[in-house]
């Protein structure tokens, strides 16, 4: 009897479990909630990853103001050869308030892509604004089953006042481990429920009470200072420790590379947010700061407008601190590498102090900033030996500003976005006055943008329309490898690229956009741009391939056949012709062959050959002769 | 048939023995749900980060 007494005081001790466990099942069965892993099935393309849209509401008590991200799909099955790249962050990282192409990942894969023609880059950044380390830690735990080749990280500015940080979250939001517990539990169908009505109840609490936006200036001044050293920043301190030093032995402990940037913020071009009364106040120090860089004294200028900003109760720019923890990372890990991009922005601004050459606002690089970024990156890659470039290829930093594709309809985007982040609190700075002219095509749509009338591709789209009808070439060709960029798995945009440089005459870049659109999807089309181009750069052995592939696919009423034996016996006379290249009669061959079928450039060079071995060689002064008939002939 | 009889019987008159944990686990579930919520103000900041 008693045995049965403690059975029961056991199995009465469970119900409680028991019975949640049933909720829990119930919930999950009625489709209630969302399940929080990182990735998910990408339901567009079969056999691709893609960022779950639901995973960063964990990160939020009310689920409705979580932030998403970029949804970069990725091959389940990586291929061999594929250096796969992911990015974590926060706002910066993801290229605010250019997004798309602006963000520091894309000009590090423009770079990548053509710096290493063959082989094949997955970068795929995981950022979002608004978060912070925990939201870091919770995503780059999750990476090592997903092979990463490199994590890049740039995350600190948020780690005050963003998603869990201790200046946003209520009295437990500085006991890391506990906010990391919750952050477990709400996985949780049942959790998620008391979340949500947790928000609902707060909702309406709010609404009945207090405007919030009328006085949040006030009620930031009153709540959300953070004195320098005190216990909150401090917890501020250890929660970054605690997250990214838990993540970066997450992933040594699968041996992936680790690239944690330090932070960059604006010290001489923005004054202190709120300044504490008194003679050490930040307002004061920026003061002193700004007289001492009048004078010429740098040095004491460059250390006032720091601590300008380490004394700025409104911590939205990181303390010097969390640069420090950066660097202690370095140390300790032997996978992590220190990014210094501060020191890299600091060589690229006068005297070596931050300020508006290289930030738009408080913390976000202008378009030259996020070049820099990437380029800081870059080269903590090659120094890690992670990549190793090939000398004739490598795109260097001035060559990645030159052709990086950035839409001037992405930069007034970025300008507008700031312009309007600048009028509100804190900045509180007012707009200039609206022009009296007519907008320009581009003006109009990065307006749209910016209200959201227009989505990115629609908005390229008609840039792209705009400039084709215009003829403007350069544009054009820059639209669309924006759109390339965007959307690496879609062939149309490699192959419309590919298009608009054979017709800018820039036929091996045309070629590099071809293989992929035909590598994406193989078309008669695509097939065709490829042979003609490789052929008009002497390529024949590359071009065969593709010819095989057109004539057996062919779309069009002209038969292949006959090229296809001609480019087969001009592979055959160009390898005889390599092991002897003083032989005019194989030169002229190849150059009567290319005349056949018009290959104008072809033929010019392997004439000039012949002549310059044999200047009076009758055969080829009248390939010449030809060549000269072809080229002033009426198209 | 007996045993759960005999389980049920003990249910309705030691309640303490079940109702009190289920009340307390979800007591420490809202606590921390209601503890570690976000500022009613983060997302009127979050455009600036």
Not at chain 1, 284 to 297: E, I, M, P, S, T
Not at chain 1, 333 to 360: M, Y
Request: include cysteine; aromatic fraction near 12%.
């Amino acid at each position: 009897m008693k045995k049965r007494l403690w059975l029961f005081k056991g199995l009465a001790l469970m119900l409680p479990l028991l019975l949640l466990a049933l909720v829990e099942v119930l919930l999950r069965a009625f489709g209630y909630g969302h399940d929080y892993r990182l990735f998910v099935d990408d339901p567009e393309r079969k056999g691709y990853w893609i960022v779950n849209q639901h995973a960063s509401e964990r990160y939020f008590t009310e689920t409705d103001n979580a932030t998403v991200g970029n949804f970069e799909p990725f091959l389940k099955k990586k291929p061999d050869g594929t250096f796969r790249i992911f990015v974590l962050g926060e706002s910066t990282t993801i290229g605010y308030p250019y997004f798309h192409n602006g963000s520091f990942h894309r000009w590090l894969q423009y770079r990548l892509m053509h710096t290493f023609p063959n082989r094949n880059f997955e970068v795929i950044n995981l950022s979002m604004t608004a978060v912070n380390s925990y939201t870091v830690f919770g995503f780059g735990k999750q990476l090592v089953d997903y092979e990463p080749d490199a994590v890049l990280i740039y995350t600190g500015h948020n780690e005050y006042y963003g998603a869990m940080g201790v200046g946003s979250t209520s009295s437990l939001g500085s006991q890391p481990g506990l906010v990391r517990l919750v952050l477990k539990l709400r996985e949780f169908r049942l959790v998620q429920w008391l979340n949500r009505t947790w928000s609902r109840i707060r909702q309406t609490a709010s609404g009945q009470k207090v405007d919030l936006r009328e006085g949040m200036m006030k009620r930031m001044a009153a709540d959300q200072q953070i004195p320098l050293g005190s216990e909150k920043y401090q917890n501020g301190i250890e929660q970054f420790r605690t997250n990214l030093t838990d993540l970066c032995q997450a992933l040594s402990g699968q041996h992936i590379p680790v690239f944690i940037s330090t932070l960059v913020s604006n010290e001489k071009d923005l004054k202190p947010f709120i300044s504490a009364p008194g003679t050490a106040s930040a307002e004061q120090q920026f003061q002193l700061a700004k007289q001492a860089y009048q004078k010429g004294n740098i040095r004491e200028a460059r250390q006032k407008f720091v601590q300008a900003k380490e004394l700025d109760l409104l911590r939205f720019r990181a303390p010097e601190a969390l640069n420090q923890v950066i660097r202690e990372l370095g140390n300790r890990f032997s996978n992590v590498t220190v990014v210094d991009s501060r020191a890299v922005f600091e060589t690229h601004s006068p005297n070596g102090i931050l300020g508006n050459e290289t930030l738009l606002e408080h913390v976000h690089p202008n378009l030259y900033g996020y070049a820099l970024l990437s380029d800081a990156f870059y080269e903590a890659l090659k120094k890690k030996k992670r990549l190793v470039a090939d000398g004739p290829n490598e795109m260097s930093f001035d060559q990645l500003r030159q052709q990086m594709p950035i839409t001037p309809v992405d930069s007034l985007k970025g300008a507008y976005e700031v312009m309007i982040l600048k009028e509100s609190w804190p900045f509180n700075e007012p707009m200039p006055p609206e022009e009296n002219r007519p907008k320009t095509v581009e003006e109009k749509l990065a307006g749209g943008l910016v209200v959201k009338q227009i989505a990115w591709r629609d908005a390229m789209r008609e840039l792209l329309a705009h400039y084709l009808k215009t003829q403007n070439q350069r544009g054009a060709l820059q639209v669309s490898e924006a759109l390339v960029l965007e959307y690496p798995y879609d062939p149309a945009y490699y192959g419309q690229t590919g298009k608009l440089y054979f017709s800018a005459n820039q036929p091996e870049r045309a070629v590099w956009y071809l293989k992929k659109a035909f590598q994406l999807e193989e078309t008669f089309a695509t097939a065709q741009s490829l042979f003609i181009t490789l052929l008009k750069l002497d390529r024949p052995d590359e071009a065969l391939p593709y010819l095989r592939y057109a004539a057996a696919h062919n779309e069009t009423a002209f038969s292949l056949n006959e090229l296809q034996a001609f480019v087969e016996q001009l592979v055959t006379t160009k390898k005889q012709y390599l092991t002897d290249t003083t032989n005019v009669a194989l030169s002229n061959q190849l150059a009567a062959g290319y005349l056949k079928f018009a290959n104008a450039t072809g033929a010019a060079k392997y004439v000039a050959k012949s002549l310059r071995i044999d200047p009076r060689n009758a055969a080829a002064l009248q390939l010449q002769a030809q060549l000269q008939t072809l080229k002033t002939a009426p198209h | 048939m007996e045993f759960l009889r005999d389980f049920w019987l003990f249910m309705r008159t030691r309640k303490r023995y079940w109702l009190y944990p289920l009340l307390v686990l979800l007591l420490l579930l809202s606590a921390l749900t209601v503890l570690t919520t976000g500022s009613a103000l983060a997302p009127f900041i979050y455009s600036l980060f």
